[in-house]
């Protein structure tokens, strides 16, 4: 056994049909429907132009500052796949850059999120790819491993399985876990609906907000008229 270089097979991994359906979810309502639990930390942000990031993970446990099995996963990876890194959060050196951009865009790969740093940040912010980091440098990565491909891997507490779905927004990152994807779009959805409905009665001004005072008495609050 090689310790530290392996390329696992992917077992299983969420539908396209399942994707597209949480495509149009907020990650917030999402969020909310999975109890608050999971998050990928605030550090990784949005680097590219817009737009929102879904599809299963391929997963990828880098050694910090080095891209050498990240290249491989993208020779993997199929179209639509979320190239997931872990990679310590290190941002000493860049892991991609402009060059890996486009080859993950010309294999219509769904986006890559890295708890790393990129580079080449004008011209990954100038298109829609979407690509969640923790930061950027100018100086780039190192090609010799080791790095494990379909592994599970974990961004600040939040773990990855190959397979499982990764979500992203302007608001965060969130993976769904595989065996969970059905009841979350269930429960996401109807949070989606209930807030469509709550901001149309705002809009109207028929919103009731009593549960405040409500709340304020339940807990003694002091001074409510």
């Given amino acids: 056994m090689a310790i530290g270089f392996r390329i696992l097979p992917r077992a299983r991994k969420v539908g396209a049909d399942i994707v597209a359906r949480f495509r149009s979810l907020p990650v917030a309502n999402v969020s909310d429907s999975m109890a608050r639990m999971t998050a990928g930390g605030p550090r990784?942000?949005?680097?590219?132009?817009?737009?929102?990031?879904?599809?299963?993970?391929?997963?990828?446990?880098?050694?910090?500052?080095?891209?050498?099995?990240?290249?491989?996963?993208?020779?993997?990876?199929?179209?639509?796949?979320?190239?997931?890194?872990?990679?310590?959060g290190d941002l000493t050196?860049?892991?991609?850059?402009?060059?890996?951009l486009a080859q993950m865009v010309r294999r219509a790969l769904g986006g890559i999120v890295l708890n790393g740093a990129i580079r080449d940040s004008a011209a990954i912010r100038a298109q829609g790819f979407p690509v969640f980091a923790a930061g950027v440098t100018h100086r780039g990565p190192y090609k010799d491993g080791p790095g494990e491909i379909n592994v599970p891997v974990a961004i600040d507490?939040?773990?990855?399985?190959?397979?499982?779905?990764?979500?992203g927004d302007d608001d965060g990152?969130?993976?769904?876990?595989?065996?969970?994807?059905e009841a979350v779009l269930a429960a996401a959805t109807r949070k989606a609906e209930a807030e469509a409905k709550q901001m149309a009665n705002i809009e109207a001004g028929t919103h009731d907000a009593s549960w405040v005072d409500a709340t304020l008495r339940r807990l003694g609050c002091e001074g409510l008229e």
């Fill in 44 to 88: 990784l942000r949005p680097m590219h132009a817009g737009g929102v990031l879904a599809g299963p993970a391929l997963t990828v446990k880098a050694r910090p500052g080095d891209n050498l099995m990240i290249h491989k996963a993208i020779a993997l990876a199929e179209p639509g796949d979320v190239i997931v890194v872990d990679a310590g």
């Fill in 157 to 167: 507490g939040m773990v990855i399985e190959p397979g499982d779905l990764v979500l």
């Fill in 173 to 181: 990152l969130l993976c769904v876990p595989f065996d969970a994807v």
């Fill in 93 to 100: 050196n860049a892991l991609i850059g402009e060059l890996m």
